[in-house]
């Protein structure tokens, strides 16, 4: 819109300027459309709805609380049914040397292996000190021979420095992408 | 203060609003306590224009004004069961729309557009237009849509709490009193603050007014 200069000495004040904000009147459709848009939501606020954040919570609590009953009904249900069923068809299992296959399982039988554990090693504490295993090594209380194609294979124990030993006879190639390969 | 007209018929209930309109709101608001939920429906009808005025004049903008004004009749309707009617009905209702009035300005972080009402032509013409020294109709037609919109930027820059009390004295037509009621103020707060706005606007306006 172009501006028109206006003539300060017209005879107009501030309050005739106020009054004349008092015609700005909104049309009779404007009003039609408040009143219909107000009482629809009037009738929303008689509904009472919950928020939509809190509908939200309590459909998804819902869902969880129901998920996690289900779950844990499930579980107990495994433990006590299938648990036990299990281990009454636990037998121990005979192996013996024909049965076996040869190239891969050479010497005694696992019934042997699992009589000749007393009751003293049973319930000692289990050692993980174990530094070294040996795949050549004579396995007399096992009595099994594996060729892994390799001599021996160092497993890191706590000892931090352990853990920079390579000695396991493997060359550790280390690709240009930064993903370590291990090569036998 | 002279009001004439259309104007006078509009804002007439303000002036009676404490004296015989509050026993009379104050019966439409028992039968909305006690389950008439359409008795509610009279209130709406006789306040809904001067709600949305005074929103309107503090807004500046005509969308906004329209959803606040819903909105403060939404919340009356929730708390009326609440109303004990220790005011009136009137005052209680302008002092739900200025607070809703006053916590959108505060969140409003930048200033919208500004949407306009229509000025009514039969109002302006009985009261400034025939002042106006531009020649023809449409120059002046131009001048009044000018003023307008210059009026509405001064009244923006105003703060909210001088802002309110010019558009509920020179606008609404309310009393010190009874804005000193609908605010919260004391009578001298309403009139330092009412003295104080018109001059501001004096300054930002000098150019259009003499």
Known sequence: MAKIPIQPQADINLEDLLRLKRSERPSEQFWNEFDRELHQRMLQTLVKKDPWYLQVVRAFSGRILQSAAIATAAVLVAMIVVRPAFQSTMQPIYVTDAQASGADVIGASFEVAMTELTLAEATSLPNYDTDVISAEASSSEVNFIRDFGMEQMRIASYDASAYSTDSAHARVAFASTGVASLVY | ?210
């Not at chain 2, 004296?19 to 809904?48: P, T």
């Open chain 2, 1 to 210: 203060m002279a009001i004439t007209g259309a104007v006078s018929k509009a804002f007439a209930h303000a002036e009676e609003a404490p004296v015989s309109e509050r026993d009379l709101d104050w019966s439409v608001v028992e039968r909305v306590q006690a389950g008439n939920v359409g008795a509610f429906d009279q209130l709406v009808q006789k306040y809904r224009e001067h709600i949305f005025s005074v929103i309107y004049n503090m807004t500046s903008n005509r969308e906004d004004a329209s959803d606040l004004t819903q909105e403060t009749f939404i919340k009356a309707f929730q708390a009326i069961a609440r109303f004990k009617g220790k005011s009136s009905f009137f005052t209680w209702i302008y002092r739900i729309a200025i607070n809703t009035t006053n916590t959108f300005l505060k969140k409003r972080s930048r200033r919208r557009y500004i949407s306009y009402e229509n000025i009514n032509e039969e109002v302006t013409t009985s009261e400034i237009f025939e002042r106006l020294t531009a020649k023809s109709r449409s120059e002046k037609g131009a001048l009044i849509h000018e003023l307008q919109e210059k009026l509405n930027d001064s009244l923006q820059k105003l703060s909210p709490k001088h802002r309110i009390v010019v558009v509920l004295h020179e606008i609404e037509g309310l009393s010190h009193s009874e804005i000193a009621e609908i605010t919260n103020a004391s009578v001298g707060t309403v009139r330092s603050r009412l003295h104080y706005a018109k001059q501001q606007l004096q300054t930002y306006l000098k150019d259009y007014i003499s």
